[in-house]
Each structure stands twice: as structure tokens, then as C-alpha cells.
């Protein structure tokens, strides 16, 4: 996992923000939810402590996706960016592909497998 701080944003630039510490996990994640907020297969995030987050411009506008849980977007771009959940109280969760580099981050597990659609994940038997 990269240990350089993390910046990231939005499509149209309206949500910019940074971090100050490596990320506490990277993953995939495979619930029907993820899917539903994203328009993807799966979502992979990267989880950062939010007292290691800065927003440099405005931050999110937030949609209460289901009890105990909100999820970031841009008002501007329409851009799903963020989640944050009672589940993990203190932290926010980036879709990777808001970092200006996701590359540097690499995924180390996949998560709620059991949603995972058929071809998105080497099941076992």
C-alpha cells in the first residue's frame, strides 16, 4: 500500500480534497448497495481515518443511502465519491478512482464475495 499522502476529487474539480497518512485498507467490495450507488460490477475504496482527511474546496453533498449510511457526491458533476458508514464510525471511504493516482493503491481483499456477481469474482466451491 503506498504511504504518500493521497489527492483526489471530482470529475469537474467543484470537490478536491487530501489526505495525510497512508489508507487504513483497500478493497472490493461486492454489495448489492456498492453496485447500486456506482453503476459498477463492484466498487473498490480506499478507507482513510477522517482526521487524516483535509477538503480543499467545497466538501460533498451527502444522500442517506440506508440506515446509518451516507454517501458523498458532487452537486456539480454528479460524481459518487465517498461512504461513510456508523459500521466504521471516524472513517471515509474513497472510490479509487477519484485519486488523482489510483494506481498506487493496490487491492488486498474482495468483500460481501456472496453478492459478487458470477464472472466479477473467482468464487470458491
Known sequence: MA?????GGCQCGAVRFETSS??????NCHCRSCRKATGGAFSTWVGFADKN???LTK???YHASSKGVRRGFCAECGTPLTYAGEKWA???????????DPSAFTPRKNVFTE??????????E
Open 22 to 27: 497512508a489508507p487504513k485498507f483497500v478493497c
Open 115 to 124: 453478492d459478487a456477481l458470477d464472472w466479477a469474482i473467482h468464487k470458491e
Open 59 to 61: 466538501k460533498p453533498s
Open 3 to 7: 504511504d504518500k499522502n493521497a489527492k
Open 90 to 100: 471516524g472513517e471515509t471511504h474513497f472510490l479509487i478512482g477519484v485519486l488523482d
Open 53 to 55: 482527511i483535509r477538503w
